[in-house]
T-cell receptor, first 115, second 114 residues
Framework: AQSVTQPDIHITVSEGASLELRCNYS??????LFWYVQSPGQGLQLLLK??????LVQGIKGFEAEFKRSQSSFNLRKPSVHWSDAAEYFC?????????????FGTGTRLTVIP | SQTIHQWPATLVQPVGSPLSLECTVE??????LYWYRQAAGRGLQLLFY??????ISSEVPQNLSASRPQDRQFILSSKKLLLSDSGFYLC?????????????FGSGTRLTVV
């Protein structure tokens, strides 16, 4: 069965510190992987996605994520966090081919940034 | 380019009143459409999805219903709201065929039932 685990419900980091948000997945085939960000009171915005090729993918707002097949992980990183990065982050996994209702989301990690 | 619109942005409704939330997509044809709900401090809960006009799949039986009267229009409704219907409602769309590019979300509707 497909599932996505984000083990950290809430993370607090200082502005300027580095960040890593964890995502582990269970998927029967080679997955497509996504990270979304949700600012308070807003919809979800796609940060980055991994389809194939280089396992380190770059996204918007200075974020990157690394796909590790052996660990079934797709962790999100940022070298230096800005106060505006405070938001909820969702990891998602889906198949290579689109279809209906086949993108599975984690429960999210809330990021708090302290000055 | 494709855009997705949701309205209203915020809504305060009394218990027992009806509800209608609308979502429209522009710039694409025959999208898959989704309604999600987020309760306070909770993750995403899929409520309904649609693969075409008049085709609705319900993921969670409850006080809500959905309709798709036009290809790019998705409506979430209720005849009588409950307090537990409060939450943040998100509409999303995805392409129907080809490579999976994920979902594109609207900006959401904050519903408070009082």
């Amino acid at each position: 069965a497909q599932s996505v685990t984000q083990p950290d419900i809430h993370i607090t980091v200082s502005e300027g510190a580095s960040l890593e948000l964890r995502c582990n997945y269970s998927y029967g085939a080679t997955p497509y992987l996504f990270w979304y960000v949700q600012s308070p009171g807003q919809g979800l915005q796609l940060l980055l996605k991994y389809f194939s090729g280089d396992t380190l993918v770059q996204g918007i707002k200075g974020f990157e994520a690394e796909f590790k097949r052996s660990q079934s992980s797709f962790n999100l990183r940022k070298p230096s966090v800005h106060w505006s990065d405070a938001a909820e982050y969702f990891c998602a996994v889906g198949p290579r081919r689109t279809g209906a209702n086949n993108l599975f989301f984690g429960t999210g990690t809330r990021l708090t940034v302290i000055p | 380019s494709q855009t997705i619109h949701q309205w209203p942005a915020t809504l305060v409704q009394p218990v027992g009143s009806p509800l209608s939330l609308e979502c429209t997509v522009e710039g694409t044809s025959n999208p898959n459409l989704y309604w999600y709900r987020q309760a306070a401090g909770r993750g995403l809960q899929l409520l309904f999805y649609s693969v075409g006009i008049g085709q609705i799949s319900s993921e969670v039986p409850q006080n809500l219903s959905a309709s798709r009267p036009q290809d790019r229009q998705f409506i979430l409704s209720s005849k009588k709201l409950l307090l537990s219907d409060s939450g943040f409602y998100l509409c999303a769309w995805s392409v129907t065929t080809g490579t999976h590019y994920g979902y594109t979300f609207g900006s959401g509707t904050r519903l408070t039932v009082v």
